[in-house]
C-alpha cells in the first residue's frame, strides 16, 4: 500500500521537477512508534495486540490522522495513510501536518470492556508523542466518537483537561456539531462540483455506493437529497439495489440493528463486489483500499468516481480509468471533509466555545469547494488528471512551509 502512495507523489514530483534529495525529505515519516498492547480478556486470558503511530510530517502544523481498528492494520499501512494525511491536510488548507494509526484488533470480536481497555493502554504508550499541539487522533474505520471520548479521557488524566488531544469527540465531550457527517457532506459537495464541470445535474445520475459506515451512510443519505438515485449499496455482507432509488432513511434504520444492508427489503439483494461494476454515472467507493484494481477497473461503468475511502484505487487502475477520461476525484480532496471538521473542533476546543450546526456545514461546504477549484486549476495548469494535481497543490504547499521553516536548504522554486 505504501508503495501506492509513493506511486503518485513521484507522478506528482515529476510533474514539478522536483529534486531527488527534496522528494525524500518529504517523503519520509518523522518518527514511527510500535507499540504491544497487553491486556486481561473478558475470560481473564493474556492478549496482545500491536498499536501503530506513523507521523509523516509537521511542516504545517501538529500533525492529524485517524485511528483505525482492524486485522489488517500494521506499519505499512499506517504509513501509507499517513502520508495520504500529510497531504490531504495541505489540499484543503487547513494548519496540521499527517499522521495515522491504529491496532491490529478486530472491535466486532471484542467486547466494549476490551475495546475501551486496549484503547486505554494505546493511549498509556502513546501519550509522549499524541497532544494538542503535536499529533491528533481522530475516529477512521472500526473507531466511532465513544472510542474518542475514551481518548480524551484517558490522556487527561496525564496531561490534565485536553479535549483538543483528539477529534471526532461525542457532542457533550467536546465534539462538534457536523463532525460525524463531514466526510459524506464533503463527498456531496465536491460531487456537486464535478457535475457543475461537465453539466449536469443532481437529477440526471444514478448512483453507487461501496461501503455504508460513516462515510458511505452520510454520502449516500446527503446525495439522495439533492433528488440523484442511489440505485446499489454494497458492504461487507452483502449488496442491496433498486432501480427507482433505495430508501436511505429506512436503510439507515436497518442496518443500526442489523449492522449490515443484507437483508434489508426495500431492494433487491446482490453480491457485494459487484457494486463496483454497477451500471451508474457515479461510484462512490467508501470502504477500504483496493477496490478498484485491475480485475475490475475494465467492468466500472461509471464516468464519475469520488473517492470516499482512502486509496480504493490501484495506481495500474488509476492510469486505466484516466486513460478512458473517466473523471476521478481522489481520496486526499474528495474525503477531506472529515479532517476539516476536525480542524474546527480543534479550533472550538482550543477557543472553548461552541460553533453552530449551520455555521460548521457553510465553512466546510466553502473548504471543500475552494479545494476542488485549486485542484481543478492546477489540473487544467499543467493538463494533468484530478488526482495528480491534489499531489502538486499539497507539494508544493508542504514544500513552501517546509522551506520557510528552513526543514531543507536548497532554495527550491515549488
Ligand atoms: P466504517 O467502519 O464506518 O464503515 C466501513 C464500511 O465499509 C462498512 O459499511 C463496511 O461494511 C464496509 N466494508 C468493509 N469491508 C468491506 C468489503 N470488503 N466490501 C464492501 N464493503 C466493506 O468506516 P468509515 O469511517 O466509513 O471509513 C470508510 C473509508 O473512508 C476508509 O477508507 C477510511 O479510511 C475513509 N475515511 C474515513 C473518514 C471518516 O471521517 N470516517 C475520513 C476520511 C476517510
Redesign the pocket.
Known amino acids: 500500500m505504501l508503495e501506492d502512495a509513493k506511486y503518485y507523489f513521484q507522478k506528482a514530483a515529476d510533474v514539478m521537477e522536483l529534486p531527488e534529495r527534496l522528494r525524500e525529505i518529504l517523503i519520509t515519516p518523522i518518527r514511527v512508534v510500535k507499540v504491544d498492547l497487553v491486556f486481561d480478556d473478558d475470560n481473564g486470558k493474556l492478549q496482545h495486540y500491536l498499536g501503530f503511530r506513523v507521523q509523516h510530517n509537521k511542516a504545517r502544523g501538529p500533525m492529524k490522522g485517524?485511528l483505525?481498528f482492524h486485522p489488517d492494520m500494521d506499519e505499512d499501512h499506517a504509513t501509507a495513510?499517513a502520508n495520504l494525511m500529510t497531504w490531504k491536510t495541505a489540499v484543503v488548507d487547513v494548519p496540521f501536518g499527517g499522521a495515522k494509526g491504529g491496532i491490529n484488533c478486530d472491535p466486532s470480536k471484542m467486547s466494549e470492556r476490551e475495546l475501551n481497555v486496549v484503547t486505554r493502554k494505546f493511549v498509556e504508550q502513546t501519550k509522549e508523542i499524541i497532544g494538542p499541539t503535536t499529533d491528533i487522533p481522530?475516529?477512521?474505520?472500526?473507531t466511532?466518537a465513544k472510542v474518542m471520548g475514551w481518548i480524551m479521557d484517558e490522556y487527561s488524566k496525564y496531561a490534565g483537561f485536553s479535549p483538543g488531544v483528539v477529534t471526532?469527540k461525542p457532542l457533550h465531550l467536546f465534539g462538534s456539531e457536523g463532525r460525524d457527517e463531514?466526510?459524506g457532506r464533503g463527498v456531496m459537495v465536491v460531487l456537486d462540483e464535478a457535475l457543475k464541470g461537465l453539466g449536469k445535474s443532481w437529477k440526471d445520475i444514478r448512483v453507487a455506493v461501496?461501503?455504508?459506515?460513516?462515510?458511505?451512510?452520510n454520502a449516500a443519505r446527503l446525495i439522495a437529497d439533492q433528488g440523484a438515485k442511489v440505485v446499489a449499496i454494497?458492504?461487507?455482507?452483502g449488496g442491496v439495489s433498486n432501480d427507482d432509488g433505495l430508501d436511505i432513511a429506512a436503510l439507515n434504520e436497518w442496518v443500526k440493528e442489523h449492522r449490515?444492508?443484507k437483508g434489508f427489503a426495500g431492494g433487491s439483494p446482490f453480491h457485494?463486489?459487484v457494486?463496483i461494476t454497477w451500471d451508474v454515472d457515479v461510484l462512490i467507493p467508501?470502504?477500504?483500499?483496493g477496490?478498484i484494481n485491475m480485475g475490475n477497473v475494465n467492468e466500472v461503468k461509471a464516468d464519475i468516481i469520488v473517492e470516499?475511502?482512502?486509496?480504493?484505487t490501484s495506481p495500474e487502475a488509476h492510469e486505466i480509468l484516466v486513460e478512458r477520461g473517466v473523471l476521478v476525484v481522489p481520496?486526499i480532496l474528495a474525503?477531506?471533509?472529515?479532517?476539516t471538521v476536525s480542524y474546527f473542533e480543534w479550533v472550538q476546543n482550543i477557543q472553548q466555545f461552541s460553533w453552530q450546526y449551520d455555521r460548521v456545514q457553510q465553512e466546510l461546504t466553502s473548504v471543500m469547494r475552494r479545494a476542488y477549484a485549486a485542484v481543478n486549476k492546477v489540473a487544467r495548469q499543467y493538463s494533468i488528471d484530478m488526482r495528480t494535481a491534489a499531489f502538486v497543490l499539497a507539494i508544493r504547499r508542504v514544500g513552501e512551509a517546509a522551506k520557510a521553516r528552513s526543514f531543507f536548504e536548497e532554495d527550491i522554486q515549488l
Open positions: 485517524g483505525r495513510l481522530a475516529p477512521d474505520v472500526n466511532n471526532g463531514a466526510t461501496q461501503g455504508f459506515g460513516n462515510v458511505g451512510s454494497g458492504d461487507h455482507m449490515t444492508v457485494s463486489p457494486v467508501a470502504a477500504l483500499e477496490a470516499g475511502a482512502n486509496a480504493p481520496d474525503n477531506a471533509g472529515g479532517v
